[in-house]
């Protein structure tokens, strides 16, 4: 089991310098952020989806506090299906998404949102306070300097998606 979470942590950190620009300095959170959102892509399964070699597409709804930290997945594999970046400008483009980022701006939006992603088996993430006891899949925390994320084990189950139990340990909190 620790060989598991020893990989599972090693393969974090290599994707933090992967995803990262050539300076030396530390990683700033969403340097973090976004290969843990590349491990999720990773350790998640879709039971909604017919071809399993269609594009993942990750989606970024409202607010992108990633810059360009992201372009980097662009073209990248995970289990087998190419990763597409995309960035709806409005409800209805959320129905292509594979992963749904949910940004800041769009937290009066949330249960709409949450509702939209159910339906459509689509994978949720974002750093909202409360995201998960709110219905949200993922949501990432910050324990002092260090960024965490939380799992609401019901909502990704009853949308249909798979949570890998290697990814269930890493997480500070399950919601089950």
């Known amino acids: 089991m620790r060989d598991h979470l020893k990989y599972f942590v090693s393969t974090i950190l290599s994707l933090c310098l992967g995803l990262t620009f050539a300076h030396g300095s530390i990683r700033s959170e969403y340097e973090v952020k976004a290969a843990f ?4 892509t990773r350790f998640v399964s879709w039971s909604q ?8 597409d990750v ?3 409202g607010d992108d506090p990633f810059g360009d930290l992201l372009d980097p997945l662009r073209g990248r594999k995970s289990q087998g299906r190419e990763l597409r970046l995309r960035y ?12 749904l980022y949910i940004g ?10 949450l509702g939209i992603a159910q339906e459509g088996g689509i994978l949720t ?31 990704a189950t009853e949308a249909g998606l798979t949570i890998n139990s ?11």
């Open 166 to 176: 290697r990814l269930l340990e890493l997480a500070v909190r399950v919601l089950r």
């Open 104 to 113: 800041q701006s769009q937290s009066r939006n949330l249960s709409n949102l």
């Open 49 to 56: 989806v017919e071809d399993s070699s269609a594009p993942l």
């Open 59 to 61: 989606c970024v709804f």
């Open 125 to 155: 993430v974002s750093d909202l306070p409360d995201f998960i006891r709110n219905g949200g899949m993922f949501g990432y925390v910050k324990r002092g300097n260090v960024i965490r994320f939380e799992i609401n084990l019901k909502a």
């Open 37 to 40: 959102l590349y491990n999720f």
């Open 88 to 99: 709806p400008d409005n409800v209805a483009g959320l129905t292509e998404c594979d992963v």
